[in-house]
């Protein structure tokens, strides 16, 4: 977009969330574009962007559209502790965060 000055939006934001949700993320884009032109903080996170989405009303952020799906699930053989995730981990190389025990594939 930055290169380009297109501003894409997904559709699936109207057929999930309707028109003012469409209306937020036209607003929410138009102040990354004003900001990107105008040689300011464009991104989230800067002062410039949080001021301006403030001043006209656009969310920081927008909805997500799916929730996550986590098709692999581990868990430690010693504490128990459950991770999920969206990629395979190899077991033989990662060891559980909480107490360095072996992680075993559930599921």
Not at 5 to 22: A, F, R, S, T
Not at 48 to 74: E, I, T
Not at 77 to 90: F, L, V, W
Not at 92 to 99: D, I, K
């Amino acid at each position: 977009m930055l290169a380009t000055h297109h501003i894409e939006v997904n559709p699936k934001v109207y057929e999930n969330y309707g028109e003012e949700e469409l209306s937020n993320v036209i607003k929410h884009e138009l102040c990354h574009y004003h900001l990107h032109l105008a040689n300011l903080g464009y991104q989230h996170r800067d002062a410039d962007f949080k001021q301006l989405a403030k001043r006209v009303g656009a969310p920081r952020f927008c909805q997500p559209l799916a929730p996550r799906k986590y098709s692999h699930k581990y868990q430690c053989e010693r504490c128990a502790t459950s991770y999920q995730r969206q990629r395979k981990i190899d077991t033989t190389r990662y060891r559980c965060g909480r107490c360095k025990g072996k992680i075993n594939k559930i599921e």
